[in-house]
Nanobody, 115 residues
Framework: QVQLVELGGGLVQPGGSLRLSCAAS????????MNWYRQTPGKERELVAA????????NYADSVKGRFTISRDNAKNTVYLQMNSLKPEDTAVYYC????????WGQGTQVTVSS
């Protein structure tokens, strides 16, 4: 049974940092590209960052380049999103996603950036 469990969301002041984690189980994690998405009410889910199965290739949305870092630990079946210099516009529910053929979403974790 596939599971993706996100942790690490919360309330942070502008300029602060958070690290999200997504623990995977039920599939061969080291073979699957992993993504982080985010969504705010009334908007479509937005791709934030992606990392290849081995971790050597990463991609970021322009809005987070230079501030967010995606990484993974295949020994721990976990993908991370380090978020620095957070802005109020980063407020969203963040989801991890296991790309096809798994095609599975985590439950999401709320990140709120506010003073």
């Amino acid at each position: 049974q596939v599971q993706l469990v996100e942790l690490g969301g919360g309330l942070v002041q502008p300029g602060g940092s958070l690290r999200l984690s997504c623990a995977a189980s039920g599939f061969t994690f080291s073979s699957i590209t992993m993504n982080w998405y985010r969504q705010t009410p009334g908007k479509e889910r937005e791709l934030v960052a992606a990392i290849s199965s081995g971790g050597s290739i990463t991609n970021y949305a322009d809005s987070v380049k230079g501030r967010f870092t995606i990484s993974r630990d295949n020994a721990k079946n976990t993908v991370y999103l380090q978020m620095n210099s957070l802005k109020p516009e980063d407020t969203a529910v963040y989801y991890c996603y296991a790309r096809r053929p798994i095609d599975y979403w985590g439950q999401g974790t709320q990140v709120t950036v506010s003073s």
